[in-house]
Nanobody, 116 residues
Framework: QVQLVESGGGLVQAGGSLRLSCAAS????????MGWFRQAPGKEREFVAA????????MYADSVKGRFTISRDNAENTVSLQMSSLKPEDTAVYYC?????????WGQGTQVTVSS
């Protein structure tokens, strides 16, 4: 059974930092492209960042470039998202994802709230 368990969410003031982590189990982690999405109240879920399985290619949404950093540890089966210079508009539930071809797994999400 595949599990993606996020942690590290919370309440932070604007300008602050948070580090999200996602622990994966039940899959061959190194084969999967890993990523983060987020969903704010009343809005659609949106892409945040991704890191490839083979060459570690990294992609970011324009809205987080220069502020967020994604990384993965294939030995520990974890993917992290370091978030800095947080803004109130970053407030959302953040979801960890694992994707391989047509297979796509999601975590349960962790709440990030940025106060102004």
């Amino acid at each position: 059974q595949v599990q993606l368990v996020e942690s590290g969410g919370g309440l932070v003031q604007a300008g602050g930092s948070l580090r999200l982590s996602c622990a994966a189990s039940g899959l061959t982690f190194r084969r999967y492209n890993m990523g983060w999405f987020r969903q704010a109240p009343g809005k659609e879920r949106e892409f945040v960042a991704a890191i490839g399985s083979k060459d570690g290619e990294i992609m970011y949404a324009d809205s987080v470039k220069g502020r967020f950093t994604i990384s993965r540890d294939n030995a520990e089966n974890t993917v992290s998202l370091q978030m800095s210079s947080l803004k109130p508009e970053d407030t959302a539930v953040y979801y960890c994802t694992a994707r391989l071809d047509e297979v796509h797994y999601w975590g349960q999400g962790t709440q990030v709230t940025v106060s102004s």
